[in-house]
């Protein structure tokens, strides 16, 4: 019943054409379920950090891009009494996604 994870997405240059527009039809679908489902998607290495401050004890958040059909989307996500290395190690598609590594 705790939030564990907190993301935000950035899409650049958005327009109704940008191939990442289909976010904007998901409703209360996660957006990661629909993110890991698109093919023709590359994505740039985790950054991770461990953020400062009583609010960033005992969390980690990363960052990385996406890319399809040359548009951005830049997806950050702040975790909460998580494993960074357990993250790393998961077989879990919803942690780490098939796509190609940019």
Same mark, same amino acid.
């Given at each position: 019943?705790?939030?564990?994870?907190?993301?935000? =997405?950035?899409?650049? &240059?958005?327009?109704s054409y940008?191939? +990442?527009s289909g976010v904007a039809y998901l409703g209360e679908r996660p957006r990661g379920d629909w993110l890991f489902a698109q093919t023709g998607v590359l994505r740039s290495p985790f950054?991770? =950090?461990?953020?400062? &401050?009583?609010e960033g004890a005992?969390? +980690?958040?990363r960052r990385c891009s996406y890319t399809r059909h040359g548009a951005p989307l830049l997806l950050t996500e702040w975790?909460?009494?998580?494993?960074p290395l357990a993250l790393l190690t998961s077989?879990?598609?919803?942690?780490?996604?098939?796509?190609?590594?940019?």
């Open positions: 019943g705790r939030t564990r994870v907190r993301a935000r =997405a950035v899409i650049p &240059g958005w327009h940008n191939p +990442w950054e991770w =950090a461990s953020p400062d &401050g009583p005992g969390s +980690w958040a975790m909460v009494d998580l494993d077989p879990d598609t919803a942690t780490l996604p098939p796509h190609e590594t940019a």
